[in-house]
């Protein structure tokens, strides 16, 4: 059982930036591949970026390649999610998850998923 926790959404401006983090409880985080998703108003929840429990590879969505950097602390049970050049479409709930199968875009290969943390940017 994992137990995952996010912060650092907020309100920023276009153009602005934001860290979202994400806790773990339990002792098999490293076990994890670890993800970010996210989801606006009307919309289905979309693959944003994630990571690999062993190499730590990296995958992100078209969307957000070179402004988002997905990375994992192990030693702090905790996977971040640096948001630069945020555009106002990048507005919606931010989840973290954590899947023990090798599909880190794929959601339904997902276990276990924190509560969202909302991110809006304004224009």
């Known amino acids: 059982q994992v137990q995952l926790a996010e912060s650092g959404g907020g309100l920023v401006q276009a153009g602005g930036s934001l860290r979202l983090s994400c806790a773990a409880s339990g002792r098999t985080f490293s076990s994890y591949t670890m993800g970010w998703f996210s989801q606006a108003p009307g919309k289905e929840r979309e693959f944003v970026a994630a990571?690999?429990?062993?190499?730590?590879?990296?995958y992100y969505a078209d969307s957000v390649k070179g402004r988002f950097t997905i990375s994992r602390d192990n030693a702090k049970n905790t996977v971040y999610l640096q948001m630069n050049s945020l555009k106002p479409g990048d507005t919606a709930v931010y989840y973290c998850?954590?899947?023990?199968?090798?599909?880190?875009?794929?959601?339904?290969?997902?276990?276990?998923w924190g509560q969202g943390t909302q991110v809006t940017v304004s224009s």
């Open positions: 998850a954590a899947s023990l199968s090798g599909s880190p875009n794929n959601s339904r290969r997902y276990d276990y």
């Open positions: 990571i690999n429990r062993s190499r730590g590879s990296t």
